[in-house]
């Protein structure tokens, strides 16, 4: 018996089965993602965001009209209450992450929407959450934020209120691929932390902040930026293999390679990776994405050669942070953006978890003395 599970205790919760779902199935061994039913590779390519929240909330995909109504009640909740904005104002004259500001100005979301609205409270956090981002992004510059446009689309609208440019084809498909490639994984620590509120029956908006304070945390979703980081040090492809062995030999870790789950291949590199291939070369400039794919190809080889049997493959972080990059995003943003699109899937969660009305109350293993006795102040003494 490991220390981990001594006395039924299991660190971290690894392998404990603690809610049954609908929404996604992550098989770590065979190199699959599920999303309600699809297998990544089918649909997130192929539908818009919008499509995907509607997918996980109601379990199948719209027909055109539900999907133009949805849309549009989307597009109508962009807006941020009064109070939001003077929040952001505040945490920019601070210089704080995005995440930061992120985090409280999502708390604020429901503050002009009835309380008696759960569905319209979760569209409104879908909704506004871009809206928070960009704003947060353009004070932090110095620049005034850009109101929403409704006649764009969810992804076209982020883009827009970030760059102030109604952006191409190419940068929609991009991000709607990011977005809908992240909107789910299983009961990661964020998506546990939602689920964990909800079940006491508090509220939707509580419970998004609260996922957004565990996602927030390196260890989860705060570091896709020094894969790319990595990338732009190398430089050139004859500087991969050199660059890489010594950090191997050195210890260091190679960001954007293994996973926790993932023991082979993670499919969401797959689809990330040609999603940055398209936009790339619509950009028409290649020459990032192959250095890219030959640090790649590099490093997956030297982690065989150094850690053979680990199977060591490229994971999300790596062909995130060169998708980002090429939508124009800065690496304060990847993560804010990662929650833009995983806060369909923390919602879609929350519902399944309201529907089984039960609290989630695990047990601890108490490690601490036994039988002391109190004494008075003035007769206690120092160890």
């Known amino acids: 018996m490991t220390a981990s599970s001594m006395n039924g205790v299991v660190s971290g919760l ?53 999907l133009t109504n949805f849309s549009q009640q989307l597009a109508d909740l962009r807006p941020l209450p009064a109070a939001t904005l003077p929040l952001l104002r505040a945490a ?136 790319l980081d990595m990338v732009f040090e ?14 191997i030999e050195a210890g260091e870790r190679l960001m954007g390679f293994g996973h926790r789950v993932y023991k082979v291949r993670d499919p969401r590199a797959d689809v990330l990776g040609r999603a940055a291939a398209r936009l790339y070369q619509a950009d028409g400039d290649m020459s990032l994405y192959e250095l890219a794919k030959q640090v790649e190809e590099t490093a997956v080889t030297l982690l065989a050669e150094y850690k053979p049997g680990r199977n060591l493959q490229t994971n999300v972080e790596f062909f995130t942070a060169l998708l980002l990059h090429g939508l124009g995003l800065p690496t304060d943003l990847f993560s804010p953006t990662f929650a833009v699109g995983r806060a369909a899937g923390w919602l879609a969660h929350c519902f399944e978890q309201q529907q089984t009305g039960r609290l989630i109350r695990p047990k601890s293993a108490y490690s601490g003395e036994t039988g002391r006795r109190w004494q008075p102040v003035d007769q206690r003494t120092d160890r």
């Open 92 to 227: 920019a004259q601070s210089m704080l992450p995005a995440m930061d500001a992120l985090r409280m100005g999502a708390a604020t979301l429901d503050l002009d929407l009835p309380a008696q609205d759960p569905l319209r409270q979760a569209q409104a956090l879908v909704a506004r959450m871009p809206t928070i981002v960009a704003a947060y992004w353009r004070l932090k510059r110095g620049e005034e934020p850009l109101p929403p446009d409704p006649a764009l689309s969810h992804s076209a609208n982020y883009l827009y209120m970030l760059s102030g440019e109604k952006p191409g084809e190419a940068l929609v498909r991009a991000l709607d691929t990011y977005l809908i490639t992240v909107s789910d994984h299983g009961l990661n620590a964020s998506t546990f932390t939602a689920r964990t509120i909800v079940s006491t029956r508090s509220d939707l908006v509580s419970a998004v902040t609260g996922a957004i304070g565990a996602l927030k945390g390196p260890l989860h979703g705060g570091a896709p930026g020094p894969a």
């Open 14 to 66: 690894e392998n404990v089965v603690a809610a049954t779902t609908r929404l996604s199935s992550v098989n770590g061994q065979k190199g699959e993602l599920i999303l309600a039913g699809f297998p990544l590779e089918e649909i997130a390519e192929r539908i818009s965001f919008e499509e995907m929240v509607f997918l996980l909330w109601h379990d199948r995909l719209p027909t055109a009209g539900e």
């Open 234 to 247: 190398i430089g050139a492809a004859e500087r991969a293999d050199p660059f890489l062995r010594s950090k």
